[in-house]
């Protein structure tokens, strides 16, 4: 099967085939405009999530998805709905309205995609839940198909995977309208007869787009059904982070009947030490056993813990890894491993001021390298 890429822009109307495209989601450039903030906002610490570390060192940057290839079909079909006779006088649609729809929900396109990749995770729709769009890179268009087909679907996926409001109250029906339109025959007999036709595209058995033209008789377009392969995220990248004595921040170990965040000997098989940058803005740090982190107390000398569910947007559950290899907090403080106080809460977290000696230095790397999160880990809680 040989795929053709295709490049869109904002700016131009038109599609290339064979040229590149990344379809940022909103999702996206609302993390880099949250970057983008919390660098200008404290100029006392170094920070930015791209590029090198304060060191000038280069360091594998956090992703905050795993993306897969799946390979799915997309179709359009033209059905005849009114003839209009030349030199009849008929017309279609005075005196009604129709519905039309110019794309579909993100529930849809990601109940569309499940359905093509079985192992597509719940981490992905929670995301949406929480205002993210559905996060997909690239859609390349089977290249049998023509250029007006591979412009519309492409734009179709792309568009359906925005966030327009609540992912609950998505519906077809909220993405469509009434409209009225009015075809009329041609006045002089002899000439050509027209028809009214709907045309129907659809990802999968799912619509995405719905309207009524009118063409001459004979000229209807054909109906086209091609492969359509999509780059699409199917899990958070969950990753390991470490602190220099190689002990891994935890949401369990002996501290979890105290809800503390602890440091512990790492296990790559511990659904409690893997961590992803989840949320709208990949600004939370929510582990694989389903808790995220947040601190407490607003100055220095508090504590970091860890809740169930989904986080609350607060100055305490926002975290960011600085260029200083350090984890900062919405309000400006850092976490420390206190290594030197063993209790029984075990190797607890605390915050500090980011600027202290005691501000720990965190490396983040792939707990999953190639994808084996999802190739039967046990959870170990």
């Not at 511990?270 to 947040?294: E, V």
Request: charged fraction near 25%.
């Amino acid at each position: 099967m040989i795929f053709a890429t295709i490049a869109a822009s904002q700016d131009a109307p038109g599609f290339a085939l064979a040229a590149a495209i990344d379809l940022e989601t909103e999702a996206q450039d609302e993390a880099k405009s949250y970057v983008a903030l919390m660098e200008g906002k404290d100029a006392g610490v170094k920070t930015g999530l791209r590029g090198a570390n304060a060191n000038g060192l280069d360091r594998e940057e956090p992703k905050t998805w795993r993306y897969e290839k799946v390979t799915m079909e997309a179709s359009v079909q033209h059905t005849i709905v009114a003839h209009l006779m030349s030199g009849s006088g008929d017309s279609w649609g005075r005196e009604e309205t129709v519905t039309e729809q110019t794309r579909t929900t993100r529930r849809n396109l990601y109940e569309q995609v499940k359905e093509n990749y079985k192992e597509m995770s719940k981490t992905v729709e929670a995301s949406m839940e929480v205002g993210a769009s559905f996060p997909i890179k690239v859609v390349s268009v089977d290249v049998k198909a023509s250029s007006g087909f591979s412009e519309t679907v492409t734009t179709g996926i792309k568009d359906s995977s925005r966030s327009v409001g609540e992912y609950t109250k998505e519906t077809d029906t909220s993405m469509s309208e009434k409209v009225s339109h009015h075809y009329t025959a041609n006045p002089e007999s002899g000439q050509p007869d027209k028809v009214v036709y709907r045309e129907v595209w659809r990802i999968g058995k799912r619509p995405f787009k719905k309207v009524y033209l009118v063409c001459e008789e004979g000229d209807i377009p054909k109906n086209e059904v091609e492969k359509v392969e999509m780059t699409v995220a199917v899990d958070y990248m969950w990753h390991s982070i470490t602190n220099k004595w190689n002990e891994a921040i935890s949401a369990g170990g002996p501290a979890s009947h105290s809800r503390f965040a602890n440091s512990v000997s790492p296990n790559p098989h511990a659904y409690d030490q893997q961590w992803a940058f989840s949320g709208k803005n990949g600004k939370f740090l929510t582990s694989r056993s389903g808790k995220y982190l947040s601190s407490v107390g607003k100055a220095a000398g508090g504590f970091v813990k860890f809740a169930d569910g989904s986080p609350p947007d607060t100055r305490d559950t926002r975290w960011e890894w600085t260029r200083d290899d350090t984890l900062r907090n919405g309000r400006g403080y850092c976490m420390q491993s206190q290594t030197t106080d063993t209790t029984f809460y075990g190797v607890w977290i605390r915050t500090v001021d980011c600027g202290s000696i005691h501000a720990t230095k965190w490396k983040i790397i792939d707990a999953c390298p190639g994808g084996g999160c999802s190739s039967g880990l046990q959870a170990v809680h």
